[in-house]
Every structure is written in structure tokens, then in C-alpha cells.
């Protein structure tokens, strides 16, 4: 078994940055490669951006390249996702997911609960 724990979420305001951690527990997830998924109020899940397992490779969408970076300095350490200048619109529930490979990132097997990011004006 395994789960995955997102934290950092909050309230802050626009221009500012925060960063998101996710921990993925368990051998589960040995050699999944991660995301970062967002819901806005009203809107379906889409997907931010993601890493493989071992942080060599990241996708970006184009919406958030350029402000946000996935990283993990290690395999074995939480995946994070440093927001820069967020906007209200960045406003949602940020999800950290799990896929069984690099190549299906956007269809993730497994689902963090969310933490809420709300950003005011």
C-alpha cells in the first residue's frame, strides 16, 4: 500500500509564490513518475506539470511554464512544485499524482486528497 500527502497549500496574495510538497509513501510508488494537477471553483482537473521518478524529465503546461517548476532533488524525496507570481486564476485544488510511467503522466493510476490554494486580488 501507499498514499500520497500533499501540503503547502493557503491563502496569499496575488504576486506572491508558494511552494508544494507532495510525499509519496510506500513501495508502491517506486519508479512512478509524478504530477501536479489543479481544480479550479467550477472547472475540471488539469494537469500542471509532472517529473519522473528519477527527476530527470519534466513536462510543463504551457499555462503554468515559466512560473511554476516541479522538482525532486531525489527519488526518494517529496516531489515539489515552487508557484511564482500567482494570479487569482491559479486559485484551486492542487492534486499530486501518481502514473505508472513517464509517458502517462496526464492519466495518473493514483490521486493525493488536494490542498486548497487561494489566491487573492
Known amino acids: 500500500q501507499g498514499q500520497l500527502v500533499e501540503s503547502g497549500g493557503g491563502l496569499v496574495q496575488a504576486g506572491s509564490s508558494l511552494r508544494l510538497s507532495c510525499t509519496a509513501s510506500g513501495r508502491k510508488f517506486k519508479n512512478y513518475a509524478l504530477a501536479w494537477f489543479r481544480q479550479a471553483p467550477g472547472k475540471e482537473r488539469e494537469f500542471l506539470a509532472g517529473?519522473?521518478?528519477?527527476?530527470?524529465?519534466?513536462l510543463y503546461e504551457p499555462s503554468v511554464q515559466g512560473r511554476f517548476i516541479i522538482s525532486k532533488d531525489d527519488p526518494r524525496k517529496p516531489v515539489e512544485l515552487q508557484m511564482n507570481r500567482l494570479r487569482p486564476d491559479d486559485t484551486g485544488v492542487y492534486y499530486c499524482?501518481?502514473?505508472?510511467?513517464?509517458?502517462?503522466?496526464?492519466?495518473?493510476?493514483?490521486w493525493g486528497q488536494g490542498t486548497q490554494v487561494t489566491v487573492s486580488t
Open positions: 517529473i519522473s521518478w528519477a527527476g530527470t524529465s519534466t
Open positions: 499524482a501518481a502514473a505508472e510511467g513517464y509517458a502517462t503522466l496526464k492519466s495518473p493510476e493514483y
